[in-house]
């Protein structure tokens, strides 16, 4: 397994740092007490408000995965991990690209040529915003104190992108004073795919009486289960790999100043992309110059191999300054960030070919589609907070950040100049280039620029011994530029520059009441916002009249906001712990994503009115000391309250009144056992769980004339141009057997035996269409059963 610099820098820090550890082990008169847990018995302790709090006096709906549960569930991705939260729904893009979705606030997939659209659900590492549409940082679980979902908008403490709710990796910092470390060891096995595996460290150390280290790394290979056809074919070619680390420093050189340094890096790689095709332009049931092929579970058709790869670095310093009654805390932060999804869109430029004419041999010429992303950010807080224990808790603070994101697309495709003017006539390469390389159709650079500053600010008051009351508010102000430059026959040859700005205030009142010692009330009112944009050009030359017609009229789209309204209780007594809301979320001008058909573009517009209501409750109740139930889940209905008609009077994309969000299962449950025993004297356990995920649709136009019925339109290899698939775009509901157990030795070192996906389900997990179905139609699937072992070593 190749390492970048950085990675093999974190890793190979190991043998030294491991060497002050056994140094500091064997000279210490005896173990020092840890760093105060996230958990004291059942007490979990989180910092959703920016204040430590325990997780039952927030008030307002939040779940917390600890460490612990992480590694009992056997997840290694947030995906894995959203199964077990109520209200999260992740829609499964392919490898590195995902859209995360709380309590049904959702618009629809974005894919790949869409930077301009913005998340709907914040991502923090910390205190750092690590958000990117599309592409959520699948960061390594390893070594964290916790994720903590945060339901509803949270656009007082955290602002933009925040509207659906918020999802925070919580590390473990650098301890001062203490001597620990840990050494993971993983192997498992995907039925009818290949074996994955890895090796994971972490070892805090004590630099002086008030400095202290905690470098992580890790190395993990995943196993591939997509098999491929076709002359860039094999076996198991989704297979992966994620690497990387993380150095933090806690200094502490006075009672009340605490700085935390720390260094990032992570690469994640993947050969291939979980899609399992129904048709492709060169596969397919109909042709009859070549041999029919019908397509079989986990398979795809490959003209050449693809690639994902995402290097993230992220730097940053925190830094807690106590005055007395108050604090003083400032975070800053630098992420560099460098992604490629690279294709296989022979079929894309194929499709294309056949409509202009093309000779077989112009038309079987392999293609690929090379997205980049370049982010470079710069953020920075500043916040003064209150730390005493009065009926007035205060916190106000400045925000600021600066990012530049450029996308660039390129689409090589050796030989295909030669065939575009023997076909189109001679110099329609040369017409259409607008400076980009020969032989490459479309190509496009989308540098963007988004400055964003706010001021917020929050209260809370005891109205009395049981009553307290919440409120806070953000003002913010966003400026983007973007330019936009495309050359190549399928291109329009654009040049422009475009600019957005947006500024308001999102406002948020919180009461808590405090029913008995064991019982709190809540209710909330508070809006979110999500900044508008402008779309990119339709490829015109692409288009047929209709599409182009229907779709070239949307060229901005406005801001999107909601306002939730929310009530819910929390309760924990001896034995039982339970916790339920009740919300509902008003949308106004949801940012929409369509489809645009024969133009292989994607379309960004306003649906005026939607809305999203539902109950989600979370229970863990623990009848004897060895047994443990869980029960988790939401029913929600997630609808458009407005119609939109296209310029003939027709529906568009599906947005119709009652008709469904997409992504969204009504019904998500997660239901856990767990046994705690002793086994020969070790403490030991064994734990199942079932997670339903119910129906869902990809985008809101599969809800319309479903089944549907693709035709292609494309005579080729004997394939007539009447050749139709029909397909139910609506994904089936899935259920998910998870088994685990583990036994803990002596001297810190541990075992766990895992089956994930017990029943070997197939689940469908989004739908692909490529060029609206003329070029391949498929899904993304999941994981087969796999089973795995792992080890680890607690010092």
Sequence with gaps: MKLRPMAKALLLAFPSVMAISAANIASAQETPQSAKSNTEGNRVVVTATKRETSLQDVPFSINAQTAEDIRRSGAVSLEDLSRNVAGLAIQNLGPGQSQVAIRGVSSGQIVRDQPGVKEQVGVYLDETPISLSL??????????????????????????????????????????GVTEGTVEANLNTIAGGSSGGGIKAAVNVPLSDAAAARVVGYASHFGGWIDAIGPGGGKDVNSGAREGGRMTFTLQPTKDVTITPRVIYQKVTADGFNRQDVFNLYANRFTT?????TFQDNQQYLLQREKFEDKTTIADATIKVGFGSWDLTSVTTHIDRNILASRDASALSGSVSVSLGFPSAGVMLPSRLNDTTDLKSFTQELRLSS????PLQWLVGAFYADTDRTYHQRLPTPGYDAFTDATLGKGTTAA???????????????????????????????LNDRLTATAGGRYYDYKEERSFKSGGVFSDDNNQFDRTKSNGFNPRLLFAYKASDSMTLNAQASRGFRLGGVNDPLNVPLCTPVDRAIFGGYQRFSDESLWNYEAGMKMQTRGLSFNAATFYTQMKDLQVTLD??????????????????GIELEMTARPTDGLEFGLSGIAVKSVFDSTVKDGTGAVLGGIRDGNRLPSVPKLQLTASVTYNFSLAGRESYVSASVQQVGS??????????????FVANLPFLGAPASAATTLNLELPSYHLVNLNAGMDFERGLSAIV????????????????????????????????TIGVTLRKSF
């Design 432 to 462: 259409t280039a607008n400076g980009f390389p020969a032989d490459s159709p479309y190509n496009s650079d989308m540098p963007y620029k988004l400055k964003q500053t706010a001021l917020f600010g929050e209260v809370s008051y005891d």
């Design 596 to 613: 645009a058909g024969s133009c292989s573009s994607r379309v960004v517009f306003n649906v005026p009115k939607a809305h999203s209501a």
């Design 387 to 390: 730390n005493g224990k009065g």
């Design 754 to 785: 895992y089956i994930n996906n017990l029943t070997d389900e197939k689940a469908l997990l989004s739908f692909d269409r490529e060029r609206g179905g003329r070029a391949r139609l498929g899904f993304a699937t999941n994981q087969p059963r």
């Design 289 to 293: 110059t070549v041999p029919p092929v």
């Design 135 to 176: 592409f959520t940082p699948d960061l390594d679980l390893f070594d964290l104190k916790r994720v903590e979902t945060l339901r509803g908008p949270q656009g007082t403490l955290y602002g933009a992108g925040n509207i659906g709710g918020t999802i925070r990796y919580i590390t473990n910092a650098a301890k001062l």
């Design 696 to 709: 869902r649709y990809t985008q809101p136009s599969d809800q319309e004339n479903n089944p549907r019925t």
